[in-house]
């Protein structure tokens, strides 16, 4: 398996657990998905679905103990990132696979100068030196549209505004040109015109650069226009995974119709916001059947018993649940 | 990398046309699903930076307001300045340095301050003369500059020991974590002052400068622990946020983030612990010279000038008086620039 089938990244079968006082937590626990060069992949869910515990396997920074990454293959073009060495991932990390965070005010250090900091990236892994270093600052800076560049770039965090710090998180992220960029939650933490900005400019910044985007979310309204496959998480298990467009047209799955039905939509005047009753489970003590069971508005005998299987519901379709095809159908019409 | 928007200067427009408070109705608020941007929303106008004040700048201000700190501030700095430049100043106008015993002063006698050997009045000895003839000012000038030398070099001692320990401590967390503040524990148990006489007295050495390089690695190595403590806590509370995953998410090292990251977001509590700890060390030290195991003869230091004065309490009480009285300003100013320091630089301690 390399680069060349187009697969920039085979996720198969990933399970990262935290072990506790409570018992084990399997914050993720069996994924699978592929990437493809130049494309975006959305991952929705809840607050603790499991969907940043995920991508910080990829780039294996879980904190162990108490995590652990208890099996799975995480292929990055061609290796095995989970069978390399530290020192080996770490020089991938940053160079290759780069990372945006939900919150640009926390961040960035608070005490280095943007340019040191985004100095740092490009000497550790592009072997540049200061002088080289510092211009490639100053560029990065003028790429994510900070007006004034060259007399911004010796700031200090503080003196950015949130939706200016993010766009200095992604020219650090991007300084480098890496193939995958992962982008956690990159707008929950900013106002929705800065929303907007960020989001846009991720996208060209893609298109110009040719990378390969994982897009962690909770809202929906971001990922449709921005994404080719969506995974949807819940429990730490991928509940439904499918082309955006379909898993929007189509959905087959109890819980993502739901998702659906809770974004609000501006143009009907809606009486009360759709919500889907109760809490996500606790994840050390998930029940034997369907983790959604509880929450489920179409819930069966068979859901509290026994675990549902992964339905596949067209070539690249495939939803968690026993009543898959039926909800699927349903959806059609 | 080409971004085919370029910035544009006319943007001001657009952006105040945008804020939140201008928006007209609800229903721009919600991200719609069709998500839809249009090109004029990539670029930002020159309002949204934020003017900041440093955190230094403000720090200073706050010091400023504070007179006990700036009584401090000043003092501290005259006796520096005094330590660095009286000595050569007294040579060069009287002729006497703290090792210089004059030709007569075959008879054992203090002279007093203000007063010349027949006991009339001179500006000679501000201070008057120890037994042997010796200026007291050119001595006490000299030991302030080591018993200042003394304190400073003794706390970076304890800087690089506690800041490196505290810090990688912390940051490793769990077992190293927990076995290594169960050696700072053992340590703190022992009373420290021991220690060090014990380390003075099986590392005695011969030459006064020795037995002076002996009392700053002495000092030094057992005032690093409190400073580990406080940089362990600092760098607990400091690992969890989001910029050290971020940097690790680019490929820094661990010792790096340690010493890079971290340890600069700690410095406020280290500066001002750093500032107390120099008068704690200085008063270790007059005791240890006290109890003539610090400064050797013909060195002197505060300490052992006390303790050569107390003998001649009953008799030569100038002996004791200027050295005590130069010592407890010294370190009074150092204590209130320390508390001052804490109170600037971390603003919330105050309520």
Known sequence: ?333 | MSNDEPTRPDLELQHSAQRPDALPDADLVHTPPEFAVSEEDVHVSEGEFIVGTSLWRDAWRRLLKNKLAVFGLIVTILIIIAAIIGPPIIKATTGYTYDYIPNNADLIKSIPPFRSADGSFSWAHPMGTDNSGRDLLARVLLGGRISLMVGIISTLVSLLIGVSYGAVAGYLGGRIDSLMMRFVDVLYSLPYIILVIVLLAMFRSNTPTGQLVLLFIALGSVSWLTMARIVRGQILSLKNQEFVLAAQATGVSTPRIIFRHLVPNAIGPVIVYATLTIPSVMLSEAFLSFLGLGVQPPLASWGSLAADGIQNLGIFPWQLIFPGVVMALALFSLNFLGDGLRDALDPQMRR
Request: glycine letters at 8%; hydrophobic letters at 40%; proline letters at 7%.
């Open chain 1, 1 to 333: 398996m390399n680069g060349r089938n187009g697969n920039l990244l085979e996720v198969r079968d990933l399970r990262t657990y935290f072990h506790s006082e409570d018992g084990t937590v399997k914050a993720v626990d069996g994924i699978t998905f592929t990437l493809k060069r130049g494309e975006t992949l959305g991952i929705v869910g809840e607050s603790g679905s499991g969907k940043s515990v995920a991508n910080l396997s990829i780039i294996r920074l879980i904190p162990a103990p108490p995590g652990e990454i208890v099996s799975g293959e995480i292929i990055f073009d061609g290796q095995d990132l989970l069978r390399i060495p530290e020192a080996a991932v770490r020089k991938i990390r940053g160079s290759r696979i780069a990372m945006i965070f939900q919150d640009p005010m926390t961040s960035l250090n608070p005490f280095m100068k943007i340019s040191r900091q985004l100095m740092e990236v490009t000497q550790l892994h592009l072997g540049h030196s200061k002088a080289e270093a510092y211009e490639h600052a100053v560029k990065m800076l003028e790429t994510v549209g900070i007006p004034d560049a060259r007399a911004r770039v010796d700031s200090y965090p503080h003196e950015f505004s949130g939706g200016m710090r993010q766009r200095v998180m992604i020219a650090m992220a991007l300084s480098c040109q890496p193939e995958l960029l992962i982008a956690d939650e990159p707008t929950t933490a900013l106002d929705v015109t800065i929303q907007a900005q960020i989001l846009e400019l991720i996208k060209t910044l893609k298109q110009t650069t040719g990378a390969s985007v994982i897009l962690i979310t909770h809202d929906l309204g971001i990922v449709a226009g921005m994404t080719d496959h969506l995974i949807v998480m819940y429990a730490g298990k991928v509940f439904e995974q499918a082309p955006t467009t379909e898993l929007f047209a189509r959905p087959g799955n109890p819980y993502t119709k739901g998702l659906l039905r809770s974004v609000p939509d501006p143009t009907h005047e809606q009486g009360k916001l759709y919500q889907i009753p109760g809490l996500p489970p606790d994840l050390a003590r998930l029940p034997a059947g369907c983790p959604f069971a509880a929450r489920c508005d179409r819930v069966q005998e068979i859901c509290r018993r026994e675990f549902p299987p992964f339905v596949q519901l067209s070539s690249e379709h495939y939803s968690l649940c026993h009543f898959a095809k039926e909800v699927y159908d349903e959806s059609a019409t």
